[in-house]
């Protein structure tokens, strides 16, 4: 069995790696993409809290949490990539710096 201060440390280089990701890069797939690294960080955390959890009672509050935040992903995906596409149909660049120019 793998240990929780394991578990939580690869959540915690995970998400790391996903804050740096959506900080530092400008094209609007990466930071989606580095997003979605970061809320998967949480279920990572979420998972293992809730296996910690469940040798004392066998609950399974973290798996909710994980379904949750899978179908907020899901859905920040579709409207995120919604966006994108109509970013790029306008001005054939997906640059962050050109989201003000969406504006009326």
């Known amino acids: 069995m793998v240990p ?21 890069r400008r094209n609007v797939i990466v930071i989606l993409m580095s997003i979605e690294l970061m809320l998967n960080a949480v279920n990572l955390a979420f998972v293992g809290f809730n296996r910690m959890s469940a040798s004392a009672g066998g609950q399974v509050d973290g798996h909710i949490f994980v379904l949750m935040v899978i179908t907020v992903a899901a859905a920040e995906v579709a409207v995120g990539l919604g966006i994108v596409i109509s970013m790029f149909r306008n001005r054939d660049s997906i640059n962050v710096e050109d989201v003000s120019l969406l504006k009326w």
């Open 4 to 24: 929780l201060d394991h578990v939580i440390g690869l959540s915690a280089i995970l998400f790391t790696i996903g804050t740096i990701g959506v900080v530092t």
